[in-house]
């Protein structure tokens, strides 16, 4: 079964960017899988960042990350990378990675394969 590594995360002032990526490492493909993007601060429930098909073609961003956030795929790599540019405080959280068989770009979907997480602080 797939399994889903992520890198990047860290600390960052107000701003500032990071870029997250997540790595199929089990020897899967993740061509034919959508990819979403997770986070959960704490005291709150987990919410869908974002999502991606498995062309790279079709994205979907929650209101409060959009024109800041961008998905993008490398199949060659067989990662998905988070960019995330002019963070924010409220961008603090844990962040996931999911996979699920599907090629669309579908919302709230349930996922079957997540990343480990990865922290996010964004603080001055």
């Known amino acids: 079964q797939l399994q889903l590594v992520q890198s990047g995360g860290g600390l960052v002032q107000p701003g500032g960017s990071l870029r997250l990526s997540c790595t199929e490492t089990s020897g899967f493909s993740l061509d034919d899988y959508q990819i979403g993007w997770f986070r959960q601060a704490p005291g709150k429930e987990r919410e869908e960042v974002s999502c991606?098909?498995?062309?790279?073609?079709?994205?979907n961003y929650i209101d409060s990350v959009e024109g800041r956030f961008t998905l993008s795929r490398d199949n060659a790599k067989n990662t998905v990378y988070l960019q995330m540019n002019s963070l924010k405080p409220e961008d603090t959280a844990v962040y996931y990675c999911?996979?699920?068989?599907?090629?669309?770009?579908?919302?709230?979907?349930?996922?079957?394969?997540w990343g480990q997480g990865t922290q996010v602080t964004v603080s001055s």
């Open positions: 991606l098909s498995t062309s790279g073609s079709s994205t």
């Open positions: 999911a996979a699920v068989l599907f090629r669309l770009c579908i919302p709230d979907i349930p996922y079957d394969y």
